[in-house]
């Protein structure tokens, strides 16, 4: 019996404590409601573009990009940076027809027969960087009969054209 009394005290109390809260006023700051900028959106005129390349080339890429920085003094230098470079250098012929319907790349490595381990990496380019790369792959794939072109084999492009347009960087 002496539970059911305590029992039946607290809830008394319990409901006092409600009553005088209830008589209390209180004032509550006004909340302002910001949208959150999201630093991981990629603009508009921007494309996210996945690649994947031997590690050899992905150190040659970095060596490149050390250059640029170090020798060249582009504090601003980056991957995404190399890369566009590298998109511009095989572009810059006239082999290569601009607005070409899109292809995609073969999936795999170079040569299946090698365990060389490779490395991803993701950069982003603009949509114009986008398209003459596009415009490359499709000469690669339908002018030259290239199907099974893929993504390392594109980077060796790209870093073949570095190195032959940068020879002080390797």
Excluded: C
């Amino acid at each position: 019996m002496a539970k059911k009394d305590q029992g039946q005290s607290k809830k008394e109390d319990f409901s006092t404590l409600l009553r005088t809260l209830g008589d209390r006023q209180v004032t509550v700051p006004t909340q302002k409601v910001v949208p959150i900028k999201n630093d991981n959106s990629i603009k508009k005129d921007t494309h996210k573009l996945s690649l994947r390349m031997y590690i050899h080339e992905y150190e040659n890429l970095l060596r490149f990009v050390n250059y640029m920085i170090i020798d060249k003094k582009n504090i601003n230098y980056n991957m995404s940076s190399a890369i566009s470079t590298g998109i511009h250098l095989l572009t810059d012929n006239d082999l290569i027809s601009k607005d070409m319907t899109k292809v995609k790349l073969a999936v795999g490595r170079k040569d299946q027969t090698t365990d060389e381990a490779s490395k991803a990496t993701t950069v982003i380019i603009s949509l114009q960087d986008m398209n003459l790369l596009n415009d490359y792959i499709y000469y690669k794939m339908m002018i030259e009969r290239n199907t099974k072109y893929s993504r390392v084999d594109l980077m060796g492009d790209i870093i073949g054209a570095i190195k032959k347009e940068y020879p002080d960087a390797f």
